[in-house]
């Protein structure tokens, strides 16, 4: 069981760790941000926080919202609040990934940001410790409102870009590509990894709790 888990938390850790770079290219790119990095960026400028922080007190907010709403959340829930932040925090603080200066570069930068986020969620989501905080709140509207996961998250995200610019975040040609694109390069990316991330139940915390001390083994 100990080694069973341990293996998943590798798993979550790493695709923490390729996700958090994925974000800091995207962000690094200068040619705009996805929906919610402009609400994260526009709060570290306006409040004068790290992105980082901002992405924590996002995170947090929302799935306590989705609390609240009867969701549940997994220790990688939690991990994708408070851990990935921080590598993105660092990543910034280091510079190893230089902010471009043209069209082009940050459009490459964007796209490979883009690919990377999506092979680090890929790994996130098979680690099978939780959903995302923001994946779990798009569920809870869609339950509560009758409509589609799908038009609940271009509502939500279009609020959260208009806030996010209104406070100082990063619009442009990159927020366009992202929200058009994404979901589309995952679909593809799990494709290629014949992932069916449908099918994969997500493990929160009170069945974690559970199994760790019924010694229930559980495959990823």
Known sequence: MVREYGRRLLILTGGLMVSAVGITMMLQANVGLEPWSVLQNGMSIFFGITYGTAAMIVGA???AVAVLCGESFGIGTLANIFVCPVFIDVLLYLGWIPQMESLWSGLIMLLAGMELLAVGTWMYMKSALGSGPRDALMVVLARK?????????????LIAIFVGWRLGGQVGIGTVITAVGVGTLFNLNFAL????????????????????RGGENVEA
Do not use: D
């Not at 409102?145 to 995200?157: D, I, K």
């Open 145 to 157: 409102t009758g409509r589609s996961v799908g038009f609940c998250r271009a509502v939500v995200e």
């Open 193 to 212: 990894l014949h992932f069916r991330a449908a099918e994969l139940h997500q493990e929160n915390l009170p069945e974690t709790i559970r199994r760790i």
């Open 61 to 63: 907010a929302v799935i």
